[in-house]
């Protein structure tokens, strides 16, 4: 073969082959420029609920292509917050994870969350003065701390009270308006060996919304303790004299108040809404309860929110954190908070979505969830602070006392006063 014929041909091939590395290049770029952002989210989520929500993020995820929400499941409240404080200690947090709004204090204290206010109050993709108006107030306010907006609300729950129409109907009681409506059942309920209500282990979540009730917050608005307040105590003594009287009892190794309303020894019991797909699923076919709207105080029936926040933590880039609120945003469209509600038990956080007609078709087939949703009016939003997950920590122990050791409630409730008082102070000078 001709010398240059062959040197001609080893040049078009070289130059085919420099083609070919540079497409394949581009090629690699463009695949690469094109990968959707990774969005890491972090429950609690388990079984239905855990299914229900993957739903979402997978529909999430097919609605656009430049991000992709992966989910993990931590499997419980405590395991959840023992992984964040964990990651942030090691710099490994995810993109965004669900959270109870008290620990909101708690986080920025430690410096490891930060605000949505950039993509929720003025970015491009920002919420529209109608669709914040949509969210309850309570709500939202749930997840502000030092004027902004660290918490969204998704999975909410309200308190509600449950009742047994069988016995109802039996002993000839109405529905409590008040707290003292209980103590007035003893005369017919304490010779069947009956109690009027029953509670979770602890009462702490009720006593919040009697002392609220009755004008006073455990922890104010203004970072001062009220343990010690006249509303206060006469709240402990109030839910204390009714457990003296045998017409209240709290769960004990039951865990929860659902274990003696299905078994029929008590005629009411006071939980989280979130429960009542619980006891649809185990309260005997032949029991025909309900639920209606917590006792109250003068008119006032108000609680303390329960469930979880979406926060945003530190470290996230710029496009993660757009696409964190792209994905919380999809969460707050009304059939998607309507489709959360009626698929776990909690409220829909939105009114749109409370009005939405599938979840309006849910409530005509599942009426037990209409009195959730209607607390979510009166619903108030607890303080949040720096400290609060001690200051948690020394209620529940008070509150244990009164109940296993028979502490008089004014003594513990002082002693509280002074732990709460020391933490408060602690928390403010950092």
Same mark, same amino acid.
């Given at each position: 073969?001709?010398?240059?014929?062959?040197?001609?041909?080893?040049?078009?091939?070289?130059?085919?082959?420099?083609?070919?590395?540079?497409?394949?290049?581009?090629?690699?770029?463009?695949?690469?420029?094109?990968?959707?952002?990774?969005?890491?989210?972090?429950?609690?989520?388990?079984?239905?609920?855990?299914?229900?929500?993957?739903?979402?993020?997978?529909?999430?995820?097919?609605?656009?292509?430049?991000?992709?929400?992966?989910?993990?499941?931590?499997?419980?409240?405590?395991?959840?917050?023992?992984?964040?404080?964990?990651?942030?200690?090691?710099?490994?947090?995810?993109?965004?994870?669900?959270?109870?709004?008290?620990?909101?204090?708690?986080?920025?204290?430690?410096?490891?969350?930060?605000?949505?206010?950039?993509?929720?109050?003025?970015?491009?993709?920002?919420?529209?003065?109608?669709?914040?108006?949509?969210?309850?107030?309570?709500?939202?306010?749930?997840?502000?701390?030092?004027?902004?907006?660290?918490?969204?609300?998704?999975?909410?729950?309200?308190?509600?009270?449950?009742?047994?129409?069988?016995?109802?109907?039996?002993?000839?009681?109405?529905?409590?308006?008040?707290?003292?409506?209980?103590?007035?059942?003893?005369?017919?309920?304490?010779?069947?060996?009956?109690?009027?209500?029953?509670?979770?282990?602890?009462?702490?979540?009720?006593?919040?919304?009697?002392?609220?009730?009755?004008?006073?917050?455990?922890?104010?608005?203004?970072?001062?303790?009220?343990?010690?307040?006249?509303?206060?105590?006469?709240?402990?003594?109030?839910?204390?004299?009714?457990?003296?009287?045998?017409?209240?009892?709290?769960?004990?190794?039951?865990?929860?108040?659902?274990?003696?309303?299905?078994?029929?020894?008590?005629?009411?019991?006071?939980?989280?809404?979130?429960?009542?797909?619980?006891?649809?699923?185990?309260?005997?076919?032949?029991?025909?309860?309900?639920?209606?709207?917590?006792?109250?105080?003068?008119?006032?029936?108000?609680?303390?929110?329960?469930?979880?926040?979406?926060?945003?933590?530190?470290? +996230? @880039?710029?496009? &993660?954190?757009?696409? %964190?609120?792209?994905?919380? !945003?999809?969460?707050?469209? /009304?059939? *998607?908070? $309507?489709?959360?509600?009626?698929?776990?038990?909690?409220?829909?956080?939105?009114?749109?979505?409370?009005?939405? +007609? @599938?979840?309006? &078709?849910?409530?005509? %087939?599942?009426?037990?969830? !209409?009195?959730?949703?209607? /607390?979510? *009016?009166? $619903?108030?939003?607890?303080?949040?602070?720096?400290?609060?997950?001690?200051?948690?920590?020394?209620?529940?122990?008070?509150?244990?006392?009164?109940?296993?050791?028979?502490?008089?409630?004014?003594?513990?409730?002082?002693?509280?006063?002074?732990? $709460?008082?020391?933490?408060?102070?602690?928390?403010?000078?950092?």
């Amino acid at each position: 073969m001709n010398r240059r014929f062959t040197h001609l041909l080893a040049a078009v091939a070289g130059l085919a082959l420099v083609a070919t590395l540079a497409a394949c290049g581009q090629t690699k770029a463009a695949s690469k420029a094109a990968a959707p952002v990774k969005i890491t989210y972090w429950h609690r989520m388990t079984g239905a609920w855990n299914k229900a929500q993957q739903k979402m993020i997978d529909d999430f995820n097919a609605s656009q292509k430049q991000y992709k929400v992966v989910a993990v499941s931590q499997g419980s409240y405590d395991a959840l917050q023992q992984k964040i404080m964990a990651a942030a200690k090691s710099k490994t947090l995810p993109t965004m994870a669900q959270a109870p709004y008290t620990n909101i204090g708690d986080y920025v204290k430690n410096d490891f969350i930060q605000p949505w206010d950039s993509e929720m109050l003025t970015g491009a993709n920002r919420l529209s003065a109608s669709q914040l108006k949509d969210i309850y107030p309570s709500f939202l306010a749930a997840g502000q701390y030092q004027g902004k907006q660290y918490g969204v609300p998704y999975s909410v729950s309200t308190r509600v009270l449950f009742y047994n129409q069988d016995l109802m109907d039996q002993y000839g009681l109405t529905l409590p308006k008040t707290w003292a409506d209980f103590a007035a059942m003893s005369a017919k309920l304490k010779p069947a060996g009956l109690t009027a209500v029953a509670l979770d282990q602890s009462y702490d979540v009720e006593l919040e919304g009697l002392a609220q009730q009755s004008g006073a917050k455990l922890i104010g608005a203004n970072g001062k303790a009220n343990l010690t307040a006249p509303t206060t105590l006469a709240a402990v003594n109030t839910l204390l004299d009714l457990r003296k009287a045998g017409m209240l009892r709290t769960a004990g190794e039951d865990g929860y108040f659902s274990v003696p309303f299905i078994n029929q020894k008590v005629v009411f019991g006071i939980g989280s809404s979130a429960s009542i797909p619980i006891l649809q699923q185990q309260a005997p076919k032949g029991l025909h309860w309900g639920t209606a709207a917590i006792p109250g105080v003068d008119g006032h029936n108000g609680t303390a929110l329960n469930g979880n926040d979406n926060v945003l933590f530190k470290g +996230a @880039t710029k496009a &993660q954190k757009a696409g %964190a609120w792209a994905f919380q !945003k999809f969460l707050l469209k /009304a059939k *998607n908070s $309507a489709y959360w509600a009626a698929k776990s038990g909690y409220v829909p956080v939105t009114k749109a979505g409370a009005a939405d +007609a @599938t979840y309006q &078709q849910h409530l005509k %087939a599942n009426p037990t969830f !209409k009195a959730a949703v209607d /607390a979510s *009016n009166n $619903a108030f939003a607890s303080t949040i602070f720096a400290g609060y997950t001690d200051y948690r920590n020394a209620l529940m122990t008070t509150v244990d006392d009164t109940l296993t050791k028979n502490t008089e409630g004014k003594t513990a409730f002082t002693a509280l006063q002074a732990k $709460a008082e020391a933490i408060l102070k602690a928390n403010q000078s950092r």
